[in-house]
């Protein structure tokens, strides 16, 4: 008590001999509080925009409530839908790990072209960004339904899917990488007589290859999300055992899919870090969480 | 001028050419043991993913014809000609994109508030007890691997459709993502402040509030820019589910071949997150910058 006393004789004091320094709280508070009530309107404003009202919002928490006590516990049914489930699962392993692979060997010669130090000409460069943001832009489910028009619903369509979305991440991706790296062993290469195809393959891809090693097993990880997901619009994987189980309301299914999905991306995860690691040997700083 | 070599001798010369090779040899297996690796995988995965190369070549003047195709209007005309045509419904693909970037907004709002409670739990800095630090990052793992899609749905069963399920996906994603980011950015503070205020007799949440918070605030917000982005792009197919948004129209477009709609609405959403990333970038460089200059 005497401390916090002894505390506050002081405060006052200071205050009163630095009273610059001490003022100017009461300003940045307004200023804070006109920031919050400003945000707390637009929030009202959007929630009133959209409709939703409190009611709606508990009624919906009740209902959810009760389906997940439905969940409990999991199951899968009979046998041959486990196995029907496993292979779905199979599949969306295959269009993550295909898809990406198909996008990044694709990708490489486009991210040269894309990167400053390998590409002089700007324009050239100019375009093949944009066209890798305009890819990017459309998301990988539109992709598969554009996909499905093409080579029938199934898989193969996801596969395409993952690939196209992927072509443009992986570009960009890669083209940073390059731009990124010490410029030195490629004049080294030139200076001891190499052209300049030689200072790309010598001085420039032994450098950045366990970047892009690290980037493409960190894609695959995201991808068998994304790839869970991808059957919703009937492009193959688990997804679509999933959709069907939620419209049919079947929720001791949907929370064994749920499982089985978490339990193969964990897998997938440690996998691929445990690589990860062992290539590039620190630990991942991407953002491109999905 | 006469150059001399100076050479080894020959059993010198033996010893070390034998290390060299060994250390090449081993570098080649390992090649070629990734190289095997990566070669039975993509066969499985060819095989178990039904790919058809053939179909593929086979149609992919279809592939072509639709791309063509999504920039005619239903009397062939190219859509450039007839703009109004093109974007008859532009007033309510506006209203729905208007809608797609509120349910953005307020989902990113509602997750990083949520991310930012948890996220002081779940750094190893900060909290001591074990079992607190692992509750909160299982509940951050579990936010972040199930896909939004599975929440939107599973929402949609309960909220009905509309908007509101959709903010709530999003929301709970947002959660796990920015969650695990704010707590490595957390990790990563310098933590001697924090000591400082705990040993004036500052409280847990005083030491956070006047030693932690200042160092980290300028990195949540640029990364809750960056998931406003994401979530953007996000919630533009959260309408395929009937979870709100423009995706719904797209979703109705794409299906019932109505080409000239197809191009005209992915047009509007990717200038729409043209925009929104070049008006997100510049606040971000803004903030990194001002953080730098501290």
Same mark, same amino acid.
């Given at each position: ?290 | ?21 060994? &250390?090449? @040899? ?5 090649? %070629? !043991? *990734?190289? /095997?690796?990566?070669?039975? #995988? ?115 069963? &309960?909220? @009905? ?5 959709? %903010? !709530? *996906?999003? /929301?709970?994603?947002?959660? #796990? ?118």
């Amino acid at each position: 008590m005497s401390h916090a006393g002894g505390l506050a004789v002081d405060l006052r004091g200071v205050s009163q001999r630095h009273p610059k320094l001490m003022a100017g709280g009461g300003r940045r508070a307004s200023w804070l509080g006109i920031a919050a009530v400003a945000f707390a309107t637009s929030i009202a404003a959007c929630c009133m925009a959209l409709d939703i009202s409190w009611s709606r919002f508990f009624n919906g928490f009740g209902e959810l409530g009760r389906i997940v006590g439905l969940m409990f516990p999991p199951e899968y049914g009979t046998t041959t839908r486990f196995v029907l489930w496993c292979k779905s699962l199979g599949e969306t392993l295959s269009i993550a790990f295909l898809g990406t692979l198909c996008a990044a060997v694709l990708a490489f010669p486009l991210s040269l072209l894309a990167a400053r130090n390998v590409m002089p000409d700007w324009l050239a460069r100019f375009v093949v960004r944009r066209c890798l943001d305009t890819i990017r832009g459309v998301n990988t489910l539109i992709w598969a339904l554009i996909w499905i028009n093409v080579v029938g619903l199934g898989p193969f369509a996801g596969m395409l899917a993952i690939m196209t979305t992927d072509l443009g991440t992986c570009g960009k991706l890669f083209s940073e990488a390059f731009e990124a790296a010490d410029p030195k062993p490629g004049e080294g290469v030139i200076s001891a007589g190499g052209s300049g195809l030689h200072r790309i393959r010598f001085g420039l891809i032994p450098q950045v290859m366990p970047v892009l090693l690290s980037q493409i097993l960190y894609l695959i990880e995201s991808n068998t999300r994304s790839a869970t997901i991808i059957g919703i619009v009937g492009a193959g994987g688990i997804g679509q055992h999933l959709t069907e189980a939620i419209r049919t309301l079947e929720w001791h299914e949907v929370s064994f899919l749920v499982l089985m999905i978490l339990v193969t991306v964990a897998t997938i995860d440690f996998i691929s870090a445990r690589i990860r690691f062992a290539i590039i040997g620190n630990p991942p700083t991407n953002d491109k969480a999905s | 001028m006469s150059t001399v070599l100076l050479t080894l001798p020959d059993a010198r010369l033996e010893a070390l050419r034998r290390a060299y090779d060994r &250390a090449r @040899g081993r570098k080649r297996t390992q090649t %070629i !043991l *990734a190289f /095997a690796l990566i070669a039975s #995988g993509v066969t499985v995965s060819y095989l178990v993913a039904d790919v058809r190369i053939g179909t593929l070549l086979s149609h992919s003047d279809r592939m072509l014809d639709y791309l063509v195709r999504l920039f005619q209007l239903e009397n062939k005309d190219p859509v450039w000609t007839d703009p109004v045509e093109w974007f008859w419904g532009i007033g309510k693909w506006s209203r729905l994109i208007a809608e797609t970037l509120v349910i953005a907004y307020l989902g990113t709002v509602v997750g990083t508030i949520g991310a930012f409670a948890l996220s002081f739990c779940a750094a190893t800095n900060l909290v001591s007890s074990r079992i607190a630090r692992s509750l909160a990052r299982r509940i951050l793992e579990f936010c972040r691997t199930v896909p939004e899609l599975v929440f939107a749905l599973l929402f949609v069963a &309960a909220f @009905g459709l509309g908007p509101l399920p959709g %903010i !709530l *996906a999003l /929301a709970i994603h947002t959660l #796990g993502a920015l969650g695990k980011q704010f707590a490595e950015v957390i990790e990563n503070a310098d933590i001697s402040p924090f000591e400082a205020v705990s040993a004036a007799g500052g409280t847990w949440i005083q030491s956070v509030r006047f030693a932690i918070l200042p160092q980290v605030l300028s990195n949540f917000a640029s990364y809750g820019l960056l998931r406003f982005e994401i979530n953007v792009r996000e919630s533009a197919i959260l309408g395929f589910v009937g979870a709100g948004g423009i995706g719904q129209d797209l979703l109705v477009a794409v299906r019932r071949f109505y080409y000239s709609d197809v191009s005209a609405i992915v047009l509007m959403i990717i200038v729409t997150v043209a925009i929104i990333d070049i008006l997100t970038e510049r606040v971000r460089r803004h903030l990194i910058g001002r953080e730098q200059s501290v």
